[in-house]
């Protein structure tokens, strides 16, 4: 992989209406951001038509609006609430059918889905997501079917960061605002008088796709204003957190009082697992049909922030509001690590956004990097 | 587009067999006590993969949904196997209520066994506590098979009330060798029960071992094994010789769907078997 900068190209906004056509004629389902019901989704995109073309966000704990810029962006947003995992990791998908005789079922798995994605607009956040759920389900002792059917031969063209909003804190994670490999075309999109967007190839299918829209060589001129506008990006980050020693803290302070204080907080809504790109918990549901020969499995999405996720016989391991969010903070920034050798936060700041009562994930690690105050003895 | 991701694709035919459940016959069917009853498994298509005494499969129970159970069976019967299992929720009813000629779909076998080569030439103690014999059973049956293999064994088990004894009369049996010590005792008991009354860390104490060289194995409710380690700590056991099965809520086996965290550790897959000097700090925890 490696995208050295003399491969560097420039293309207006024509080149990438070109890429995202060229995707399609190669028989991806080719998938990026439009604007719908007032936030800015992944769905099926034809062109650069489809893109949200003059959006921004404004995002801040508890708060997400569209904002019209006074210039024709097409990536001049941070995230939205959709991440690419509702492709990778349908929200419900079917494990497989069974069917039953006289005394005897017989069980089939599901047909695995066999379109190639191409996702464009993937923000460097969102590749660090990607390897992360990579790590969970392409492992080699429990390789995941459904997610590997999914996975493989996928296109991704990423999106370096430009416009990052009041709760990315992606700059002190390590993962953006520049995103250095694991893609297969690399865009930075600049605005200064004629909008263009600087491209770079991270693989055999980036050159070829970018040979085949006709990109130019770039001018080092546009070259250095790319990596000045996300040098200058990682500058405007509206949040940091502090990961030096946090792991180690987290473990040492599972009895802090601050759990309790962000319980009374915490609704136990989920929408910050919703919103993860790499909260991965899957539950099964079992289901008959009317006649009762039929069975279907299907896996959906889970939440640690449900009762029933712990549930095991006589009860929830988990019944407090204060264990569930410990035990979602705690994976995400410390026993993740010990589970997959990652972390589980890439800093793209959906938990804080779309928390309804704007808790930040930020604030709190930083309370509880901090040993208890006075009364909680004994560390 | 990384090798991660098309590496994987190669052996998807082999996954597929750890998430879809294999149908099997039910053989046997032996009722142990009021809510418990075993099931004797035989497949139907492929036999699976052998299992080691500790480790899990998924039982699944048509249209109903699918549970961890522990294999009780002795490993040296081959792919047929046998499982309790206790009525408490819709699956195990479903599990408790099949007759022979029934079908029953199984995936595993899932975990980390119970670590039986390093105990060789160890002193022995098997302490279980309600159901929690059923994931020992496995393991004493190979214990006694190559009984020449370790120093004093000896199997502490402990049960709500003399009706709610698992395996009696193998308990009986068992305690009827001349090399095996076996001591139970129940929670509570009526008029007709001459044995011992009070929990299973009374039994401790008195049991024969040399800590120095003592390995533990230990299942049952999570409080009963909190409170059993802590007596072998007491009597010189080191934590890394004191095995626990642990439970959490298992649904996947593999360690992707999320259910089964206790702190660091994944049960299905780095457990159920863990030592205590791995899992104590977090077991101590209130509800993590």
Same mark, same amino acid.
């Given at each position: 992989m490696g995208t050295p900068a003399d491969e560097a190209r420039v293309m207006g906004v024509d080149g990438l209406d070109a890429l995202i056509r060229a995707l399609g004629e190669r028989g991806y389902e080719v998938l990026g951001p439009r604007v719908r019901d007032g936030a800015i989704v992944y769905d099926g995109i034809d /062109?650069?038509?489809?893109?949200?073309? /003059?959006w921004g966000d404004e995002q801040a704990p508890g708060h997400y609006r569209l904002s019209p810029r006074d210039d024709d962006a097409c990536f001049g947003y941070a995230v939205g609430p959709h991440s690419w995992k509702r492709y990778l990791l349908p929200p419900r998908s079917k494990v497989f059918e069974a069917e039953r005789g006289a005394k005897v079922f017989a069980l089939r798995s599901a047909e695995m889905p066999r379109k190639r994605f191409a996702f464009v607009g993937v923000r460097p956040c969102e590749l660090a997501a990607i390897n992360i759920q990579d790590h969970v389900f392409l492992r080699d002792t429990a390789r995941d079917v459904l997610y590997a059917s999914r996975r493989e031969d996928i296109a991704l063209v990423a999106v370096q960061c430009t416009e990052p909003s009041g709760t990315c804190f992606c700059a002190s994670m390590g993962t953006g605002p520049a995103a250095t490999d694991g893609f297969d075309v690399a865009l930075t999109e600049l605005l200064d008088g004629h909008h263009r967007f600087v491209a770079s190839a991270g693989s055999e299918l980036g050159r070829e796709l970018l040979a085949a829209v006709g990109a130019a060589e770039a001018e080092q001129a546009d070259v250095d204003r790319a990596t000045t506008v996300v040098d200058e990006a990682a500058q405007r980050m509206g949040r940091s957190l502090d990961t030096e020693g946090l792991a180690e803290a987290l473990y040492a302070n599972l009895e802090h009082p601050r759990w309790s204080e962000i319980a009374e907080r915490c609704l136990g809504c989920g929408n910050c697992t919703l919103v993860c790109p790499t909260c991965f918990c899957t539950a099964v549901i079992d289901t008959n049909d009317v006649t009762g020969t039929g069975a279907l499995r299907e896996r959906v999405w889970d939440s640690c922030f449900t009762i029933g996720f712990s549930y095991i016989h006589g009860g929830s391991i988990r019944p407090s509001l204060r264990a569930r969010y410990r035990q979602w903070l705690t994976h995400k920034l410390a026993t993740w690590r010990d589970q997959f050798g990652t972390d589980g936060c890439v800093g793209c700041g959906r938990c804080i956004t779309w928390c309804p009562v704007g808790i930040d994930i930020t604030v709190e690690a930083a309370a509880l990097h901090e040993p208890a105050p006075a009364a909680g003895a004994g560390r | 587009m990384t090798t991660l991701a098309t590496t994987a694709a190669a052996s998807a035919a082999e996954i597929d067999k750890r998430l879809v459940p294999v149908p099997h016959r039910v053989v046997a069917v032996r009722r142990d006590t009021a809510d418990t009853v075993t099931i004797g498994l035989a497949p139907l298509e492929d036999a699976p993969p052998p299992f080691l005494p500790g480790q899990v499969d998924m039982l699944y129970a048509f249209g109903v949904g699918e549970v961890p159970i522990s294999i009780s069976s002795d490993m040296l019967l081959g792919s047929q196997r046998e499982y309790t299992i206790r009525r408490v929720g819709p699956v195990t009813r479903a599990l408790t209520d099949v007759t022979v000629g029934d079908r029953v779909g199984v995936r595993g076998p899932f975990g980390v066994p119970w670590p039986l080569e390093d105990a060789e030439g160890a002193d022995i103690l098997v302490v279980g506590g309600g159901i929690g014999l059923a994931p020992l059973r496995s393991l004493i049956l190979q214990l006694l098979d190559r009984r020449?293999?370790?120093?004093w064994v000896s199997i502490l088990y402990g049960a709500r009330a003399p009706g709610d004894i698992l395996y009696r009369s193998e308990l009986e049996q068992w305690r009827g060798r001349l090399d095996t010590d076996v001591d139970v005792t129940v929670d509570a008991a009526g008029a007709g029960w001459h044995g011992n009354v009070g929990v299973v860390t009374r039994l401790i104490p008195r049991a024969r071992f040399e800590p120095g060289r003592a390995m533990a194995f230990v299942c049952g409710p999570e409080v009963m094994m909190r409170y059993t380690a802590e007596s072998l700590l007491q009597r010189g056991v080191p934590p890394e010789r004191i095995y626990l099965s642990a439970e959490r809520n298992m649904l996947c086996g593999i360690g992707t769907c999320g259910h089964c965290q206790l702190g660091p550790f994944l049960v299905c897959r780095h457990g159920p078997v863990l030592s205590w000097a791995r899992i104590g700090p977090y077991v101590r925890v209130r509800e993590l």
């Open positions: /062109g650069a038509a489809d893109l949200p073309v /003059g | 020449n293999d370790f120093g």
